[in-house]
């Protein structure tokens, strides 16, 4: 199966963490959610050459935060899978990607802001084309720092939740720039 193959939701397993973020066992995702179980996920920050950050706009279709705004991407790492190549095969699923750099940021731990999951954040720098995913985007669009302090401030309820973390955790522009 290609690093790059998206499965459906309802049949992609999960490794369950521990507090320390060992694995456990591996679970179908939904029961991982269910049972507020730890897990892992990648969020991925993509830049223009402006460091412009782009936000997508969630697709309608989506189960969780339809229609809001949100990181580049972000998504579950895959059972026997790597935060690296999660976050490759998130930029191609949603955004038609493929980087000729990703740079692991930082990580987040698991807890209740992050929904129980283990955030392994990645940049892209200067970004080239992009194909919105029409099943998960419906469009994006590149952002300031201020842009995005204004959405954040005034229309924080067209965001996601965990944008607004990432924003609180002054992580969209934070000191490990310019990447």
């Not at 995702?29 to 996920?41: A, D, G, I, T």
């Not at 580049?72 to 490759?88: F, I, K, M, N």
Request: proline share 8%; with cysteine.
């Amino acid at each position: 199966m290609s690093p790059l193959y998206e499965a459906p939701a309802e049949t992609v397993t999960v490794e369950a963490v521990d507090d320390r973020n060992r694995p456990l066992l591996v679970l179908p995702l939904p029961e991982v959610h269910r049972q507020f179980l730890n897990h892992r996920s990648v969020a991925v920050l993509v830049y223009d050459q402006d460091n412009r950050l782009l936000l997508q706009k969630r697709s309608l279709r989506r189960t969780l935060y339809p229609g809001r705004w949100d990181v580049s991407t972000y998504g579950h790492v895959h059972a026997g899978e790597s935060c690296h190549d999660a976050a490759l095969r998130r930029l191609w699923a949603d955004l038609r990607l493929r980087p000729e750099r990703l740079r692991h940021v930082r990580d987040l731990p698991a807890g209740p802001e992050t929904g129980r999951e283990f955030v392994s954040i990645f940049a892209v720098p200067r970004a080239g084309h992009l194909e919105p995913n029409a099943e998960r985007v419906s469009e994006g669009f590149f952002h300031a720092r201020e842009e995005l302090a204004c959405l954040v401030r005034d229309f924080r309820e067209l965001l996601t939740p965990g944008l607004v973390l990432f924003w609180e955790r002054n992580l969209p522009f934070s000191p490990w720039e310019p990447i």
